[in-house]
Antibody, heavy 121, light 107 residues
Framework: QVHLVESGGGVVQPGRSLRLSCAASGFTFSTNAMHWVRQAPGKSLEWVAV????????YYADSVKGRFTISRDNSKSTLYLQMNSLRVEDTAVYFC??????????????WGQGTLVIVSS | ENVLTQSPGTLSLSPGERASLSCRAS???????FAWYQQKPGQAPRLLIYGTSSRATGIPDRFSGSGSGTDFTLTISRLEPEDFAVYYCQQYGSSPLTFGQGTKVEI
């Protein structure tokens, strides 16, 4: 059974940095594309970033491009999201999500439980 | 950007009734690249439907998806108590992929 556990969320001041982690188990992490998707309080979902299994393909939402970096350590079955220059509007629950397929299909299944990031002064 | 508009915002129904949730795209969705997710309070979303009409693993057959072009529908044939939740549509036929604002199905 696939298990995705996010960590690293918390309260941070605008302009500061935070790194999220996602520990994966129950599937062959090294052969799967992985995403980060976020949800601001009371709002809908927003895709943030994706990284292919081989790290060759890396894409970002315009809202985070140049500030966030997605990475992975296949030897540790762990996905990361380095978030720099954080803004108040980055406040959200961040979900680690496995792609439905090995390659990037843009379908999200399953999802971790999420970690809350609050950007506030 | 392909904006998705879900209707109604809230659907008030009883267990055993049929639910039809609509999602309209501002531009045609190529390839039928359309998905639906369910989210219960305090939980992560769960994939229900992808490719317009394919059910995800473990999803009961009372859930079905249909549509083409700009109009898509999620149908729940007979509501079970555990189906009361928020449902989101998603298109992935064009970049950036986008989600609808959600439809809440309540008792």
């Amino acid at each position: 059974q696939v298990h995705l556990v996010e960590s690293g969320g918390g309260v941070v001041q605008p302009g500061r940095s935070l790194r999220l982690s996602c520990a994966a188990s129950g599937f062959t992490f090294s052969t799967n594309a992985m995403h980060w998707v976020r949800q601001a309080p009371g709002k809908s979902l927003e895709w943030v970033a994706v990284l292919s299994y081989d790290e060759y393909h890396e894409y970002y939402a315009d809202s985070v491009k140049g500030r966030f970096t997605i990475s992975r350590d296949n030897s540790k079955s762990t996905l990361y999201l380095q978030m720099n220059s954080l803004r108040v509007e980055d406040t959200a629950v961040y979900f680690c999500v496995k792609d439905l397929r090995d390659a990037i299909s843009w379908v999200f299944d399953p999802w971790g439980q999420g970690t809350l990031v609050i950007v506030s002064s | 950007e392909n904006v998705l508009t879900q209707s109604p915002g809230t659907l008030s129904l009883s267990p055993g009734e049929r639910a039809s949730l609509s999602c309209r795209a501002s531009q045609s969705v190529s390839g039928g690249y359309f998905a639906w997710y369910q989210q219960k309070p305090g939980q992560a979303p769960r994939l229900l439907i992808y490719g317009t009409s394919s059910r995800a693993t473990g999803i009961p057959d009372r859930f079905s998806g249909s549509g083409s072009g700009t109009d898509f529908t999620l149908t729940i044939s007979r509501l079970e108590p555990e189906d009361f939740a928020v449902y989101y549509c998603q298109q992935y036929g064009s970049s950036p992929l986008t989600f609808g604002q959600g439809t809440k199905v309540e008792i």
